[in-house]
């Protein structure tokens, strides 16, 4: 829903996602730099170019959206609740003898 997109940017914006938020700001650290180098009209051309490009060697190509593939990896506020709920759960139940509790250096990875 739109509701939860708005999350999602909310979370790539505050850092809650710290890897896609490191890679949102290198891409447009990136295209900053190409646009300081390359004329505007340049970069319009090659991309028009590899649209026909794609379009005459590669037909049958389906597209996919980015911004949508992006987003689908970045959590809502319920989904973050749900993960905060089984992160809770496991290391409340976690034994040394029991084979279903997570290892130390995965829950040091999810803290």
């Known amino acids: 829903t739109v509701h939860s997109v708005g ?4 979370h790539i914006g505050v850092w809650k996602v710290r890897l ?24 319009i051309i090659a991309w028009g170019l590899n649209k026909f490009r794609k379009f005459w060697f590669a037909p049958n190509l389906v597209c996919n959206n980015e911004l949508a593939d992006l987003l689908s990896r970045v959590p809502s506020f319920p989904e973050m609740q749900e993960f905060r709920q089984i992160r809770r759960r ?3 139940n976690r034994s040394g003898a029991s084979g279903n509790a997570l290892s130390p250096a995965v829950m040091a990875t999810l803290r």
């Open 7 to 10: 999350e999602k940017f909310n």
């Open 90 to 92: 496991s290391t409340s």
């Open 20 to 43: 896609v938020s490191g890679i949102c700001c290198l891409v447009l650290f990136l295209a900053s730099v190409l646009l300081f180098f390359a004329n505007v009209r340049y970069v």
